[in-house]
């Protein structure tokens, strides 16, 4: 196996067992370490060269970018989640015939259409939402994102504040706690 | 081309062929001469009119008189016709064998134009997509903007821009289309740096024609905003350009500017292109009811569209009543279209609309009405009913489109009255969108007149010409008769 390979795995190990630890600290020190790795690989977006190991690179730098998402919701920074999200993204559209779908997808698209709605960017939300297939609409991650913008425009607030309750995915608290701010803060 | 000096051109294609098809391939022949001349004297124009001439042989066109034709225009024997001619479908060998037995008696011509060569490029496309042959279409395709990139003569852009066209139609046809990006972007560039506005816009055009087709609005957005803008040449680009716009607008929110534009697209369209208005139009409905108007009954009537734009007549009937429940069910029964359409994102926010028509409705009916009551007649299906409608009608408040208060203690919504409306500024107001309106119409249609390249210019200088004779004339006069004074 590639020595630069095993280096970056042996890496994420360590960042994974921090993360479960909730060792935020040292998460953020080894993600930016593997970050500045993942630019070794020639198989990445924007080059996309076919090498050899290109299948399983792809997939350790989604998981990476997936975890890294996670982490800047954890670490409450928006504006790195901003940034992480779309180093993301090509993985899931440009690379989506390369590699097996991520089951992490769902619920981190759905992750980022919560965030435009808590930042008030309804432009982008919709442009977001317009990329989506209806299987992905039927998704609860997403619908549960659909379904608040819908309300927010109706202004059914009290349906805003209940749905705290349903969130499908445990890093959605954070958000939803954001935009019931905001909804108290406009109530008023 | 120089090597093309040497080759010879047939004296004649062979008679066989023209006699079957003696029209087609005469008018062929007359096209021909028109580009030769315009290439030769440096005049876009006759070969504008070349190509329109070209659509309206598009139904005549057969194997055996393209073959002709590339015989007449192309030295056969040539790398070039060759080339072409390879692309031709094979089922009429014999005919082919002739052409080329006869073109054995040759007679020494000039060299052919490189003008020639690309017309002959988008002669053979059309006809392999008219002959649904994607996939030979897609190979000629490539050929000839392999060519395109190596040829820089102004005379030759009215035709490419025809070419960059079928290359992408023949790649959206195969279903293929995020390939060809990447060499459209490149074309785009050079059509930049050459200067040429018609390649520019077609490319634009045929590039955010690829990023909606995948719904890559942001792409499209950021490409749109970016690339160069210039005084429209031709309508239909502008056309099509005006609806993508609409199309982004609409979905970025800016549901005002994407009315105007997609309403310009639909206006500015040529009457027969049915299709297209249709479109326009279908997405026009919908971003006039986003925006809280009911377009009126003529808007569904019209010739040709009145089955197509059916289930957006029922939505539309459904939004100015204010019924949920028929909105939803008007939704459901016609999703199948809405999903082809891609419009169906969009009727999902029109829900929003529906409650506030709902609710004004509501609000003019009642001067006091319950907020179960509200809730009842909305038909809002929610575990909560009351708080669902005291918080709506909060909203609708706020943003000011119902004219109430509402009663906390007592759970009632209280209308206010309404006033005369004709003592308010109101109907000034709309007089003055309806009047900047026309006036905006009017200047756009002088803008959009056309004169014939410097006939103004050189009437005046005749003019002047005279003018200045004259002054000189006297001039003379005077000095001469100065100098008798002189004597």
């Known amino acids: 196996m590639d020595p630069k390979l095993t280096e970056v795995s042996q890496l994420f190990e360590r960042f994974k067992a921090a993360f479960v630890r909730k060792d935020f600290d040292t998460c953020t020190n080894l993600l930016s370490q593997l970050k500045v790795l993942l630019t070794g690989f020639r198989s990445l977006p924007p080059l996309f060269e076919d090498t050899p190991n290109a299948v399983h690179e792809l997939t350790i730098a989604r998981d990476i970018y997936e975890h890294a998402v996670v982490l800047s919701v954890k670490i409450e920074d928006q504006d790195a989640f901003e940034r992480d999200f779309f180093q993301l993204k090509p993985y899931y559209t440009d690379a989506r015939n390369r590699i097996p779908p991520s089951p992490q997808e769902y619920p981190i698209l759905g992750l980022n259409l919560l965030r435009l709605l808590v930042q008030n960017r309804i432009a982008e939300f919709h442009t977001e939402l317009e990329l989506l297939s209806s299987t992905a609409l039927e998704n609860p991650c997403i619908k549960h994102a659909v379904e608040l913008e819908q309300s927010f425009m109706e202004g059914a607030y009290n349906r805003v504040l209940s749905a705290r309750q349903t969130v499908p995915h445990e890093t959605y608290v954070y958000f939803m706690d954001l935009l019931a701010k905001t909804v108290r803060y406009g109530y008023s | 081309m120089t090597q093309d000096v040497a080759m010879k051109e047939p004296q004649a294609p062979s008679n066989s062929v023209s006699s079957s098809s003696p029209s087609t391939l005469h008018h062929l022949k007359e096209i021909v001469s028109l580009i030769e001349t315009g290439a030769y004297a440096r005049e876009v124009r006759r070969i504008v009119r070349a190509v329109r001439l070209t659509m309206a042989l598009r139904r ?49 011509v000039k060299h052919s134009l490189p003008e020639l060569e690309i017309y002959s490029y988008l002669l053979v496309l059309i006809f392999l997509i008219d002959q649904k042959k994607y996939n030979e279409a897609k190979v000629c395709a490539s050929a000839s903007i392999a060519r395109l990139k190596n040829l820089n003569r102004r005379t030759i852009d009215v035709l490419a821009s025809r070419l960059y066209f079928y290359y992408s139609l023949t790649y959206e046809l195969t279903g293929e289309l995020a390939e060809i990006r990447g060499t459209l972007l490149a074309l785009h560039r050079i059509a930049t740096l050459r200067h040429d506005e018609l390649g520019q816009e077609t490319l634009l055009n045929l590039l955010l024609r690829n990023y909606l087709h995948y719904n890559l609005y942001d792409q499209a957005e950021k490409l749109r905003s970016k690339a160069p803008r210039f005084e429209a040449h031709s309508n239909q680009q502008f056309c099509r350009y005006l609806f993508y716009l609409g199309k982004i607008r609409t979905i970025q929110l800016e549901y005002t500017d994407a009315k105007e534009s997609l309403l310009q697209a639909a206006r500015k369209a040529p009457i027969a292109a049915l299709g297209f208005r ?46 949920l429940e028929l909105f939803r069910s008007v939704a459901d029964k016609f999703s199948n279209t809405f999903n082809s359409d891609r419009t169906h994102n969009l009727i999902v926010r029109l829900r929003h609309n529906v409650i506030r028509t709902g609710l004004r409705n509501i609000s003019i009916s009642y001067s006091r009405i319950s907020l179960a ?82 006939s103004h210019k050189e009437k005046e200088s005749a003019e002047k010409r005279r003018e200045r004779q004259q002054q000189e004339q006297e001039l003379a006069k005077h000095i001469a008769e100065e100098d008798d004074d002189d004597f």
């Open chain 2, 278 to 323: 249709v479109q326009c139009i279908k997405w026009a409905i919908i971003v006039r009811l986003l925006l809280g108007e009911i377009p009126e009954r003529t808007v569904f009537m019209q010739k040709g569209m009145e089955k197509a734009l059916r289930p957006y007549f029922e939505l539309t009937n459904a939004v100015r009543i204010g019924d």
């Open chain 2, 60 to 108: 005549k066109l057969k194997s055996s008189v393209i073959s002709a034709f590339l015989n007449f225009t192309l030295s056969p024997g040539s790398e070039v016709h060759t080339r072409i001619s390879s692309y031709l479908p094979k089922d009429d060998e014999h005919e082919m064998d002739v052409d080329t037995a006869t073109s054995a008696t040759q007679a020494p």
């Open chain 2, 373 to 454: 009551d509200v809730a009842k007649k909305l038909r809002l299906d929610s575990p909560n009913p009351v708080a669902d409608a005291e918080s709506i009608v909060s909203k609708a408040i706020r943003d000011g489109a119902i004219d109430a208060t509402l009663d906390h203690k007592n759970g009632w919504m209280v209308s206010k009255e309404t006033g005369d409306i004709y003592s308010t500024n109101e109907p000034q107001t709309a007089f003055d969108t309806r009047i900047a309106f026309c006036l905006n119409l009017h200047n756009e249609a002088v803008r959009a007149l056309r004169f014939p390249p410097n």
